[in-house]
């Protein structure tokens, strides 16, 4: 099954230093929304909550999601919101 939403994140870079593969922010650091993808066959969902991100003096609600590998993303929706579209998406 295939999971869908929107995130925030910042833009990379991907460069080779002393033949290591480093990461360092695209310019100015601001938070972007890009299209992130599960294969839940892959990777699930272990749980979810709701976060504040702070962008310079305005404070922006998203909701920070736990994955099975150990990483987690923001969506770019409230907790509610995510709530109802994990409910939705799985059945629940």
Sequence with gaps: MIFTFKIFDIHEVQYFEDAELKVRPLGEIEWKRFDFLINTKEVQIMGF?????????????????????????????????????YEDEYGI
């Design 49 to 85: 909550r709701s976060y504040v991100l702070f962008e310079g003096d305005n404070p922006t609600n998203c909701t920070k999601v736990f994955l099975s590998d150990g990483t987690f993303v923001y969506a770019c929706l409230n907790f509610d919101t995510f709530k109802k579209k």
